[in-house]
């Protein structure tokens, strides 16, 4: 299982990205599938979660500003991020859990500029 980030990039303070991640197998297949972010010195943190019965799950940090979705049709996960802040800046990380293993996707960079 491959899963493909994009999306990341430069934005000011109170814009928005969409973050996109595209599975080489079938999206339904997953369990679960999410966005965690990561600063240098820091641990992963989880971002936001969608299970394959369409509950979803945010962190307390980005609740009410992000949007996590998919398309199984194009094997896409996407992370819509609005009113961004400096704190979001991270390297954004796609996830995927199926058939009781966790596979990750390269990151994304996003840098939010105050």
């Known amino acids: 299982v491959q899963l493909q980030a994009s999306g990341g990039g430069l934005v000011q303070a109170g814009g928005s990205l969409r973050l996109s991640c595209v599975a080489s197998?079938?999206?339904?297949?997953?369990?679960?599938m999410g966005w965690y972010r990561q600063t240098s010195g820091k641990e992963r943190e989880m971002v936001a979660l969608?299970?394959?019965?369409?509950?979803?799950n945010y962190a307390d940090s980005v609740r009410g500003r992000f949007t996590i979705s998919r398309d199984n049709g194009i094997n896409t996960l996407y992370l819509r991020m609005n009113e961004l802040k400096p704190e979001d800046t991270a390297v954004y990380f796609c996830?995927?859990?199926?058939?009781?293993?966790?596979?990750w996707g390269r990151g994304t960079l996003v840098t939010v500029s105050s």
């Open positions: 197998t079938s999206m339904a297949s997953f369990n679960w």
């Open positions: 996830n995927g859990y199926v058939n009781g293993a966790n596979h």
């Open positions: 969608l299970s394959n019965l369409g509950s979803k």
